[in-house]
């Protein structure tokens, strides 16, 4: 019987998960402004959609809007 698939996590919810722990650490405060979209495709090495839908995780759970 073949094992069950173990689902990796999509670019953008590692981008997310790692700006959750910015925010939650404090190394982002309430008020703080995100750096810019360009800025994070350059810090993550990421493309425009995943640093896209990892705010959009973000807003969805109430972390910035």
Request: proline share 12%; no cysteine.
């Given at each position: 019987m073949?094992?069950?698939r173990?689902?990796?996590?999509?670019?953008?919810?590692?981008?997310a998960s790692r700006l959750r722990d910015d925010l939650l650490t404090g190394r982002l405060k309430e008020g703080d402004v995100l750096p810019s979209q360009?800025?994070?495709f350059a810090?993550?090495?990421?493309s425009p959609p995943a640093v896209r839908e990892a705010i959009h995780i973000l807003e969805?759970?109430?972390?910035?809007s």
């Open positions: 073949p094992s069950p173990i689902r990796q996590p999509r670019v953008a919810e590692l981008v360009e800025a994070l810090e993550f090495g990421v969805s759970d109430g972390l910035i």
